[in-house]
């Protein structure tokens, strides 16, 4: 990637109480994938998966709007001194949506979440392992390929199940 003027350095690491704090959280952030999941699809059948997509992205703007709006002044660099690139999640967003929307009404949710979850540890594994995006080098050592491997096993258990 290339470099910018901008320090995009990853976070410093959590204190363990933080790990603690946050693990549950996260747990409970893909909990709710699944339900987003279980709802878009058969809304995305009903009106059309575009429009499903659109209901999301704009009661999530929605709600965002409204935290800014409370929030305060934020802090760091203006949005225009930003690298371009880093907008890509602008459209990643809205594509991983568009996919939830068609593939869970055909494949379940189970099969869906699994899937996503195979892509996501693979692809987050050679990001952490090159260091793309700012992120801290992590090298992929055998428990990392092990991790993965039971994630593709759980893939292919859940597909014949």
């Known amino acids: 990637m290339p470099s910018s003027s901008i320090d995009i350095a990853a976070a410093p690491a959590a204190k363990p109480g933080m790990r603690l704090l946050l693990l549950p959280l996260v747990i409970l952030a893909g909990m709710g994938l699944s339900v987003e999941a279980g709802l878009l699809g058969p809304l995305g059948v009903q009106v059309g998966h575009l429009w499903a997509t659109l209901s999301i992205f704009g009661v999530g703007s929605a709600i965002l709007f409204l935290l800014l709006l409370f929030s305060g002044p934020q ?6 001194d930003l690298p371009r690139w880093q ?3 602008g459209f990643l967003g809205p594509m991983y949506v568009v996919v939830l929307t068609l593939a869970t009404p055909h494949i379940g949710i189970a099969m869906t979440m699994i899937a996503i979850l195979s892509g996501q540890v693979g692809k987050s594994v050679l ?6 995006f700012g992120a801290t080098r992590k090298k992929v050592n055998g428990e990392r390929w092990l991790a993965l491997l039971l994630i593709v096993a759980a893939l292919v258990l859940i597909a014949r199940g």
């Open 127 to 132: 990001i952490d392992h090159f260091g793309w």
């Open 87 to 89: 907008l890509i999640g």
């Open 75 to 80: 802090k760091g660099p203006a949005f225009s």
